[in-house]
C-alpha cells in the first residue's frame, strides 16, 4: 500500500479531531516549509524520522552504454534521506509480505 497525501490528510483527522481543511492546512503548510529548507540548501532534520540533506554531486566519467564512448556526467544536487536509528530499527523488524 502507498500512501498519498489524501490518506496522511484522512489520517490526521482522525488522530487529532480536526477538520479535514485544518488537516490539509497543517499538511500542506509542513510540506512547504520542508520544501522552502531544501531549496535554500538546508538540512531538514525530524527526530525518531530522518533527514532530508541536498548533497552536491561532482562531475564524473562515464560511458555511454549503447556506443562505448567515454562522457563527462554533470554535476548536480541530489535529494538524499537518511532514516534515523530508531526508523531503521522499525523498518528492520516489521514482517515483509
Known sequence: ??????????????????????????IEGTFEMIKAFLERGETVKISTFGSFVIRTKRPRKGRNPLTGAEIIIPGHKALRFKASPIMKKIVATTPSN
Open 1 to 26: 500500500m502507498t500512501m498519498t497525501k489524501a490518506e496522511m490528510i484522512t489520517r490526521v483527522c482522525e488522530k487529532t479531531q480536526v477538520s479535514k481543511e485544518e488537516a490539509t492546512h497543517i
